[in-house]
């Protein structure tokens, strides 16, 4: 057989992920704050979008979903363009997989009753109508012009700001450029990261002057800071109350033994009585273990509930956060101006790129919308006990028990709870808070979720005394008597995770608040 080059012809077809669902995709996954940073930017590259409110006469925008809420079918797909489950069954989606929508379609319609025209211009003339907003339970008001949700944000002085305002009132000279030197050392906390003896190297100064400078730096406000460990940051509150004699110094030199609660020995090593630790305790409990981190270091961003979930008389209402999603529109006026003009070919082929790209936006924005809709209002129905009663009523809840009751691929609900808020009646939650892991009954019942049960935990430990201290052991058969089927090392490690410390630690601790 001869080698050689030649030419084969050979067909075969391959589903692929157009641009446009790749970013379908990412937009599903956008919370509303960053969907309004995207559309930021797309309204400065594409001259055919343009914000807008509701049109006059319009079509009146539908009011909330309830949790009965029917979501309209999955869209016929384009002939041309593959499913997402297709896609999923070729084993393309596996690095980033599809969302089940479908570009193509042409339905629309408003998912907020703060897109209703007359809304609009109720809000416009008087502020406010009279009935029952959900932006108001959550954001005490709407969110609109003059009081956007930037408004909300905290700034605050820095610690390394507040302290270099300071240092220059007890330092000069020389002593002040190694003070303000010390200052940039400053955690968040107060504590000076850094070794002094390093400093004098770095600076070529003697290590007494840098001494010096550290001991004006610590009679800064607040008191407590500059120090370098948590000993010299409650002697020097100490000090500064003027409360540092013998007896609290020697406390303060064996804080291990308070933290292990051995009151005798440290009895013995103070030479006081019971009353005068107990009220040397009650001095350091005052103090501030992080004198620094009262001052706000970078900006405080509130959380902006991306859902409203409210009851009715009949079901829930869920709703999309209108507030920090702007309305997005296609200029077709000047659309239509920009296409009379004479133009190139390759003028006109901009136009109807962009005229395209700006029709399949709002398609995909509107796609999501119903898609976040459908994902919560099968939340809400699902956990219904939780809204209703609180968290012990919380059950069990993947994605994909989610996914199969909407007909939806398990990725996509993960996309669709995936850093994204509602706001409830009980509080702001995450959506990923609602999908916990299942603990079996002991009476072969139904499951409960891991939730409920920390819950159960917090509340028996929460109600334990100084003399009857429950152990892991304990705890479990008390969970038994309530109906949970738990290990001793699932009760240790949901303990653990709520922030309780072991039978010992909570001991010691009652010990010493009975010592105050």
């Known amino acids: 057989m001869a080698i050689g080059p030649r030419l084969d012809l050979r067909q075969s077809q391959s589903l692929v992920m157009t641009p446009q669902l790749q970013q379908a995709i990412r937009l599903l996954a956008l919370s509303n704050i960053e969907i309004e940073a995207f559309i930021s930017d797309e309204l400065e590259r594409n001259p055919l979008l343009e914000l807008g409110g509701a049109e006059p006469g319009g079509e009146p925008a539908a009011s909330g979903v309830d949790a009965d809420y029917d979501a309209p079918a999955p869209l016929a797909s384009d002939s041309t363009a593959a499913g997402a489950d297709e896609l999923i069954g070729a084993g393309l989606g596996e690095s980033d997989r599809p969302l089940d929508i479908d570009i193509g379609g042409e339905v629309f319609h408003h998912d907020s009753v703060n897109d209703s025209p007359e809304r609009v211009a109720g809000e416009a003339s008087t502020g406010l109508d009279s009935g029952l907003s959900m932006n108001d339970i959550a954001m005490s008001g709407s969110v609109g012009e003059g009081n956007a949700w930037e408004d909300t944000l905290e700034y605050g002085l820095t610690l390394r700001e507040h302290l270099h305002a300071q240092v220059g009132l007890v330092l000069g000279g020389h ?10 050392l400053i955690d968040e ?10 400093v004098s190297h770095q600076l070529g100064v003697p290590l007494a002057e840098v001494e010096t400078a550290l001991a004006a730096v610590q009679t800064l406000e607040p008191t407590g800071v500059g120090a370098r460990d948590l000993a010299e940051c409650l002697a020097l509150q100490a000090k500064e109350a003027d409360r540092y004699d013998p007896c609290m110094a020697r406390l303060i030199d064996n804080l291990d033994l308070l933290a292990r609660g051995a009151l005798p020995q440290l009895k013995r090593l103070c030479r006081v009585d019971d009353e005068d630790l107990a009220d040397m ?6 103090y501030d273990p ?11 961003e509130t959380v902006v509930p991306d859902l409203f979930v409210i009851e009715r008389e009949v079901g829930w209402a869920i709703e999309i956060n209108s507030a ?3 309305r997005l529109l296609v200029n077709r006026a000047y659309a239509v101006s920009l296409n009379g003009g004479r133009h190139d070919a390759k003028s006109k082929a901009w136009l109807n790129e962009c005229m395209a790209e700006a029709n399949w936006l709002l398609k995909a924005l509107d796609q999501r919308q119903r898609t976040i809709i459908k994902v919560a209002s099968e939340i809400v129905k699902q956990q219904d006990g939780f809204f209703r009663k609180g968290v012990t009523h919380l059950k069990p809840l ?5 996914a199969d009751a909407i007909e939806m691929h398990e990725s996509t609900v993960s996309r ?6 509602l706001s409830c009646a009980r509080g702001l939650f995450e959506l990923k808070y609602f999908f916990t892991s299942a603990i079996q009954a002991t009476d072969g019942g139904d499951a409960v979720s891991a939730s409920a049960v920390k819950s159960h935990i917090k509340s028996l430990i929460d109600e334990e005394d100084g003399k009857n201290i429950l152990s892991d052991d304990q705890l479990v058969d008390l969970l038994k008597a309530r109906g949970f ?14 922030g309780l410390g072991s039978s010992v630690q909570r001991r010691r601790q009652k010990k010493l608040q009975g010592a105050r």
């Open 175 to 184: 002593l002040l450029f190694i003070g303000r030197h010390l200052v940039e």
């Open 189 to 198: 906390n107060g504590y000076l990261r850094g070794d002094l003896l390093q």
């Open 281 to 286: 305790i009650a001095e350091l409990r005052q």
């Open 290 to 300: 992080k004198p620094g981190s009262r001052f706000g270091g970078e900006t405080i």
């Open 324 to 326: 920090t999603l702007p």
């Open 398 to 402: 993947t994605l994909r028990s989610v």
């Open 416 to 421: 669709v709870t995936s850093h994204k808020y």
């Open 485 to 498: 089927d738990i290990a001793r090392r699932t009760v240790a490690k949901y303990r653990e995770a709520l």
